[in-house]
């Protein structure tokens, strides 16, 4: 009989998975499922693509669990293997690679914008809608907390390539948050 209890902790659920109980394994996936296929989606924005890496990375993460030592946060261990899963799957398709626009400087003003008006969605929609190489660069230092150092080893491209992709990244996020803010009227009266 299935009991729930013996996943509470970590540290149970870390077992059952090592002794390959279905119950703990499923559980594990339900826990993180959802979680993953938005890291995922962050990456690739078909969503078929997205939860084949999520389940690509879920096989993986079980296949290397016996590695894991408990150093260091399980979730953050696998969303590590996550990450690298949709980069590998970025790395791995021609029309999915990533596009480093090194001659392309947009010509940016200061626009006034106002985050305060966005919701989170529609941030990671703006986000999404960024050219694959920005949107890749982007989620790994902003939303992952990666280095350009560690960006530039993950990706095969050099360290002041990431910082650039980085930069333009912003750049046009910043120009698509101002195209949403309402126009404000000039009174010449």
């Keep these: 009989m299935f009991n729930r209890t013996n996943f509470s902790t970590e540290d149970g659920l870390l077992k059952g998975c090592l002794r390959g109980d279905r119950a703990a394994q499923r559980h594990l996936y339900e826990s993180y499922s959802g979680k993953f296929l938005a890291i995922c989606m962050r990456y690739l ?32 261990w696998m969303k590590r293997i996550v990450v690298t899963q949709a980069l590998m799957k970025l790395r ?3 029309h999915l690679m990533m596009e480093v626009n090194l001659e392309f400087e947009a010509d940016y003003q200061d626009h006034q914008y106002e985050l305060t008006h966005l919701e989170a969605a529609e941030l990671m929609d703006l986000v999404k809608s960024l050219p694959v190489g920005y949107r890749t660069v982007f989620n790994l230092y902003a939303i992952e ?11 095969g491209i050099t360290e002041s390539t990431s910082k650039s992709q980085l930069n333009r990244a912003r750049t046009a996020l910043k120009e698509k948050i101002a195209s ?10």
């Design 45 to 76: 924005k078909d969503r078929e693509h997205a939860e084949d890496v999520m389940i690509e990375s879920f096989m993986k993460i079980f296949d290397k669990l016996p590695q894991y030592q408990s150093k260091g946060s399980f979730e953050g």
């Design 180 to 189: 949403l803010q309402p126009k404000t009227k000039t009174n010449h009266g």
């Design 145 to 155: 907390g990666y280095s350009h150092q560690e960006i530039a080893d993950l990706l």
């Design 92 to 94: 791995s398709n021609r």
